[in-house]
């Protein structure tokens, strides 16, 4: 079965770092872009960063460029996303995406809860 997992969330203080995982099994891993998205509470999903498939190509939101770094393993089947200087306004729920575009694939994770916050 297609399955996306992330890890790594929790409370951190504003100004801390988190990196989050996404382990990735039951397809083709290293054919997909890969993504991370977000949502907050009464907020449209949003998408923070994505990497395409042989990691060569990157692009994020605005809002995270400079401070987030988007990355993958393809041995491991595992996409990361390294945030730094977290903001209380990153506060949501972080989800990983796997997209075959030419096919219209898409997965989704069940994501995993980042809180910043004194």
């Known amino acids: 079965q297609v399955q996306l997992v992330e890890s790594g969330g929790g409370l951190v203080q504003p100004g801390g770092s988190l990196r989050l995982s996404c382990e990735a099994s039951g397809f083709t891993f290293s054919r997909y872009a890969m993504s991370w998205y977000r949502q907050a509470p009464g907020k449209e999903r949003e998408l923070v960063a994505v990497?395409?498939?042989?990691?060569?190509?990157?692009n994020y939101a605005d809002s995270v460029k400079g401070r987030f770094t988007i990355s993958r393993d393809n041995a491991k089947n595992t996409v990361y996303l390294q945030m730094n200087s977290l903001k209380p306004e990153d506060t949501a729920v972080y989800f990983c995406?796997?997209?075959?575009?030419?096919?219209?694939?898409?997965?989704w994770g069940q994501g995993t809860q980042v809180t910043v916050s004194s």
């Open positions: 990497v395409a498939s042989t990691g060569a190509m990157t």
């Open positions: 995406k796997a997209e075959w575009k030419l096919l219209g694939l898409n997965y």
